[in-house]
Each structure stands twice: as C-alpha cells, then as structure tokens.
C-alpha cells in the first residue's frame, strides 16, 4: 500500500479524515505511523497529496490533508479480455489497475469455462477491492471501470465497434504473422484470449470488425504475464 | 501445459518414453489422448517435437518420439533480482521461465526480510518444478540457472562485475530519470529490487560497477507485474 486511498465517507471535516480497519492496521502496523508523520494519500477519482496524522488510537487514526496532485496519466488503452479463472483474474486485474489501464471487459470466449463465469469474484465489490490494490501499489487514485460481457456474439456484433473507433485494435494471437507493435502514439484496444487461445471463429469475428492479430512471438505466456507484457510493449 | 517435458529417465528405447505421474495424468485427464494422437513433446535441455501415443494404461502412457526442432531462442538477459516473498517467487520463476531467461541470480537487498531465506521454495527441487512449469508454458526444454547470493556487497563487488561483462547492465528503479529503453538489440543484464526498491547504498554500489538507473515510469509495480513489463519493453 503506497498510498492511502480516501473516499466520501472517510471525511469528518473539510481536510481531516479518519480511518479505521485495512488502513488503519496498515499504517498502524507496516508503516508504524506516529502522530506528526506524513502519508501519501489520495481521493477516490480525485487528487493526491499527503496526510498528516494528527491523532492515533489502538482503533483509528485521523489524518489532516493536503491534495495538491494530479493522478499519473492513465494508459491510452481499454483491455478486451476473455474470462480468466477467478485466481488468475484476481491477479490480472491488479497488475491491469496499477499499470494505469482504465476500462476492461471481461467477455465470454468458447474455451471459457463456464463455471468461471459463477465465481463470486465477480462481485462489484470484490473487483474493486482488486483494482483499489492495484490503484494503492501506483499511486493513482481514478477507479477502473470493469464491464462483463458474458455473450461473445452481440458483444463484438453490437458494442465492440463502437469500443475501438479510433483506437488501434489488436488482438494477441500466437500464430499471428505481425509482430505486436512497439510505443504506441495512438489510443489502443487489446484483445487477449483464453488459456489455449481464442477459436478461428472469433478471431474472424475480430478481425472482420477491424482487428488486427498481433503475437509477441513463439512463446505463449500465461495471462497472467501476457498482460503486463503485451501493455509495456505498447506504452 | 503445452509441452511435455522429457527427461533421460523417462526412455524405455531409443525413440520410447513411458510417463506417470503428473505427466501422464494431464495428458489422460485433460488432453484426453487416445492411441495414435500426437502430443508435442521435448527433451530437457534438448530437441522438440512430437509424441505418438503407442499405449495407453490406468496409470502410464508410452510414446514414440519424433524430436527435429530446436527450442526457441532465449532472451538475452541475466536476471538480478532481490529475492521475493515466496509466493511471489513462484510466479516470478514461472513468467521468467516462459519468457526465456535462462540465468537468474536471487540476490540479498536491505529491504529483503531474512525470513524469506529460510523459504523451502528456494529448495532446488521447488525451483526446478516453478521453472519447469514456465518451459511447458512456452514449449522450451532448457532449463535456467537459478543462482542464490544471500550477502549482496561480495555477490556486487566481486561476481557483478563479470555477470554484466558486454551487456548492457540496467537497475529498475522507480525514481531513476532515465526511462527504461525500448527493443534492445544487445545482451542485456537486468536488476530489480524488493518491494521498496534497492536503498541508496545498493543503487551507488551498482551504478558504481556499471548500472544505469531505468524507470518504467511514474508507477510503482508490483514484482510479478514489472518483470514481464520490464522484459517485453526491452525485447
């Protein structure tokens, strides 16, 4: 946790905040914060900056702040991914957050299994306690929007259009020719299959609607590495 | 897994494996293989190819082998990394292994918890198991070396030197200034520290035998997240 995220409900006056809980125990007993230090914090969808604490409890801490930043840019990206197993999407889903990804949709793909679709780690709310992981390991402070697409069909004939106008869309492919491309200076959306790849089918189905199968070579990787891969590749 | 990784012992003959275990129980549980099917298969530290399934029991399979591939080129890094929290380790070891590093040395850093020594994960066995996961990953069969050095000042005063010998030698730093660069065309050797980072002492010793200081940017990673970032940004 690199930086304290705040919501609404955390306030108690103008520029003071008291926690309780996950926070309070993290800085309680990680950064083992006494009163006077100073903590990097930041507002849910808002600004950084740094929290003074001004009392501790055995239960609380409250901090006085002072939001002078702006977030890190977000990456110019919105990531298509099909379903991965709920462990595995716990993982991606930080690693996606803190690298700056704003917009995800997880969408179905034949070689998803269905059960993955039942997890309870679908959750809103357990979502947003991954991407908040994410969000605190990079000091940024603006939530991922994560949208579920559990029908692969009216997904790409209906949405997925309007979802990649002027971007450049690229879906990773290992038996794809092109090679991924490099430092992009354009928006991009990523599409990224299943364990075992997306079938024929839907990479026509992509390619029909503007997609281009892009591969990082003769390695298939985990998802779970391809992610962080395939985005430093291209930002 | 996408590849079947064969050891000496496995020959029953001259083109003959018989596999159990955990091998045989993929092949039967989740390939589903009959007689006559083809599996890709290869040979530790060896030539790939294919397997013909010959016979088939309720806890052994035979295979007749046709091996006339050669692995996939490995990247041209060494791996410095202080060593993770175990179960961060095994993720590492798995994504370094399918991107192709083939030597990673786990190093000693201020910030690395001395509890983290005492893990039985950096038992040979353990590794190799971590390692060998990622080469059926990416269908490879050479097996990295994984070196441990628990006193980081003699491992950077007296070995560094001669690991980063004609490559370029890079240490992640998120504070660094330099950003990290893109498409390498040389051999390289990569440092990255704990969770915190190398302190100041550890980051002067390596810039003093030849570490440039590289920055992905303004985003602090987690460690599984900036080794397949920071591997795909430079190859």
Redo the contacts between chains.
Sequence with gaps: M?LLLLSEEDFTGANCVQLQGRRFKHVAEVHRASVGDLLSVGLLNGPLGKGRVTTLTSGSITLELHLDQLP??PLPVTLVLALPRPKVLK?VL??AS???VKKIFLINSFRVEKSFWKSPLLGREQMDEFLTLGLE????TVMPEVHLRPLFKPFAEDELPAVIKDTLALVAHPAAEERCP??LTQPATLAIGPEGGFIPYEIEKLAFIGFRPVS???????V???V??????LF
């Design positions: 690199n890190p840019a993982r930080i690693a803190s690298m700056g390991q990079a000091k940024d490099r430092g990082l070579g003769q390695r298939t990787l985990r779970e590495t391809v962080p891969a395939l985005l430093s590749k």
